[in-house]
């Protein structure tokens, strides 16, 4: 493994792990000398477990073998093991929850992730491994990562150093590229799916919503429940409208935004209600929120942001190539012609009101079916009744 440098992320934090490592990715881009990166201890804790964790020791397929949860989620728990197969190297395992295998929709998510991730080979993409054969249990294996998460940085330290925020936003834009090229969107991009791990390097993780872009619509796709985070969706998210690439740019430009003012868009409005906003207007200029960040930077942060896909940088490579050359970027005033939010109440940019809406007209529609049924029996008895009479 390549000796960390002075300045690498997380550097005196870590050092004492003593966990293995796996080699750099072959043509991964180093983020060692991050100023944000410094002095973050590299535990994020644990959330509570929803149900019992697989005990120390467990094997799996009589290959992997089970040492510590390391990430929960309300889907799944995320264990270190070591690969019995690979010299007991570290592997991460993610086992879904028993709600998760249970409910059909989130399981197919969890598949699905599966699916297109041991599909995948990029140095900024969580690498899966792929089990041949039958599986004893429901889970996925892949590489095991030690650092933190963009989320748990912002935590810490925020807003980030310009120039951290636009390296960072690169390293993930050339990421985007390599998956849009191969034919899908994550549709999930936000900081806690984004790690920033300890040789330097970068991951993207988190396939579970994504999507392939050849993918066609159904007629009822516009009533289908919305999965993901709405501080991060894209306008056409929160519309249950078609995604294409340019969603998941409107979603890493969000999360540009949060690195260079530490605030997300629309702050102190609740998750829902700041989505619909996104629909009806623009978040405040960066500059008015942090006034140390340059022209340039707020140029491409608005330009990532646009409402209307069209008008957004038209690949993550016209992205990539605006974060990487700041001081080419050409500022064209955007900042000047942002648009207040108005909250437009609607069924199509609500979604949680649609929802309750039409919970509500199916609740009415069986208590109406069940009266009609009842008194249409009776009244069929007090009839016969008076024939007999």
């Known amino acids: 493994m390549p000796a960390v440098s002075e300045t690498s992320a997380f550097d005196r934090a870590l050092l004492s792990s003593s966990r293995p490592q796996r ?13 944000c990166c410094r002095n973050h201890p590299g535990h994020e804790g644990l959330a509570p477990a929803v149900e019992p964790d697989l005990p120390d020791g467990e094997v799996i397929d009589g290959r992997f073998v089970i040492r510590e949860a390391v990430g929960r989620s309300e889907m799944s728990t995320v264990y270190r093991a070591e690969d019995r197969s690979d010299s007991g190297r570290s592997v991460a395992i993610k086992v879904p929850l028993v709600k998760t295998e249970s409910d059909p929709v989130l399981y197919g998510r969890f598949h699905r992730e599966e699916m297109i991730g041991v599909a995948l080979s990029h140095p900024s993409l969580l690498r899966f491994i792929a089990v041949p054969g039958q599986k004893e249990r429901s889970y996925i294996a892949m590489e095991y990562l030690d650092g933190c998460t963009l989320a748990y940085i ?9 120039r951290d925020s636009l390296r960072i936003t690169g390293v993930v834009c050339a990421a985007l590229e390599y998956l849009h090229g191969r034919g899908f969107i994550h549709r999930d991009l936000k900081p806690s799916n984004i790690m920033i791990c300890r040789d330097g390097t970068l991951r993207v993780m988190d396939y579970g919503l994504a999507e392939e872009l050849k993918a066609r619509r159904g007629i009822l796709d516009s009533m289908t429940p919305l999965f993901g985070t709405p501080e ?7 519309r249950n409208k078609r995604n294409t690439e340019r969603t998941d740019i409107y979603s890493l430009g969000v999360v540009l ?10 702050a102190g409005a609740e998750p829902w209600v700041s989505a619909q ?33 069209s008008e957004r940088y038209p690949s993550a490579a016209a992205f990539h190539a605006e974060v990487d050359a700041p001081e080419r970027v ?10 207040a939010p108005t909250f437009r109440l609607s069924l199509e940019g609500t979604p949680i009101l649609s929802g309750v809406l039409i919970g509500v007209g199916i609740l009415l529609a069986a208590v109406a079916v069940v009266y009609f049924a009842m008194h249409g029996a009776g009244a069929h008895h007090h009839a016969a009744s008076a024939a007999g009479g």
């Open 154 to 162: 912002l935590h810490l330290t925020r807003p980030l150093p310009e």
């Open 330 to 339: 050409h500022v064209t005033g955007l900042s000047g012609r942002l648009k």
């Open 257 to 266: 935004y949060q690195m260079l003012t530490g605030v997300l868009p629309f």
């Open 23 to 35: 080699d750099v990715p072959r043509g991964a881009p180093t983020l060692a000398d991050l100023d």
């Open 277 to 309: 906003m996104r629909v009806t207007g623009d978040p405040a200029a960066p500059r008015e929120v942090n006034s140390r960040i340059s022209a340039q930077a707020e140029e491409i942060v608005l330009h990532a942001m646009r409402r209307r896909p």
């Open 232 to 238: 991060y969706m894209a306008p056409e998210q929160v």
